[in-house]
T-cell receptor
């Protein structure tokens, strides 16, 4: 079945440092979605990428979708303590959304 | 209104009990989902309903029985659960299978 790998599993940064998480699918995706889950919370949708090579920005967050539509990345510039949480990529293919294992980001103030 | 509500927030049940989890959305979404999430793990898809019909069952044990009474409601009936079924059960909805999903706050289930 479809697999979505995500690295790193954990990332600890000092406030102000940048952060990147990477996602790779075993199959070509129709789209990729990114979610954030705060500790004790539920996943919250951040963005969806559909086109090959697509790049989208949300303030300090930059999302990329690879040319082959099999990989994606999320980059946060100048992290803040409010960025703490687990970031999941989720690849959509064959009517299903498959989540990566997530990257837990902690930020030291 | 972009909210998905779930009740109860917490549930403790014995292995012989029967209980139900409820989920509601009023966004006009036609796809609804049940996920199971263990600590420090990603959400794991259990069931997908599309236009009130079950479209995906991820080989979930029959002790979990989903029901979609109408386009706004989704239930998950629980019977004879095992302790390893203890988890956060998340409901989500979307306009369709390929669209972004809106998650409810979840029901934290403990099976004793």
């Amino acid at each position: 079945g479809q697999q979505v790998m995500q690295i790193p599993q954990y990332q600890h940064v000092q406030e102000g440092e940048d952060f990147t998480t990477y996602c790779n699918s075993s199959t070509t995706l129709s789209n990729i979605q990114w979610y954030k889950q705060r500790p004790g919370g539920h996943p919250v949708f951040l963005i969806q990428l559909v086109k090959s090579g697509e790049v989208k920005k949300q303030k300090r967050l930059t999302f990329q979708f690879g040319e082959a539509k099999k990989n994606s990345s999320l980059h946060i510039t100048a992290t803040q303590t409010t960025d703490v949480g687990t970031y999941f990529c989720a690849g959509y293919s064959v009517l299903k959304l498959t989540f990566g294992k997530g990257t837990l980001l902690t930020v030291n103030p | 209104d972009t909210e998905v509500t779930q009740t109860p927030k917490h549930l403790v049940m014995g292995m012989t009990n029967k209980k139900s989890l409820k989920c509601e959305q009023h966004m006009g979404h036609r796809a609804m989902y049940w996920y199971k999430q263990k600590a420090k793990k990603p959400p794991e898809l259990m069931f997908v309903y599309s236009y009130e019909k079950l479209s995906i069952n991820e080989s979930v044990p029959s002790r979990f029985s989903p029901e979609c009474p109408n386009s706004s409601l989704l239930n998950l009936h629980l019977h004879a659960l095992q302790p390893e079924d203890s988890a956060l059960y998340l409901c989500a909805s979307s306009h369709g299978p390929s669209y972004e999903q809106y998650f409810g706050p979840g029901t934290r289930l403990t099976v004793t």
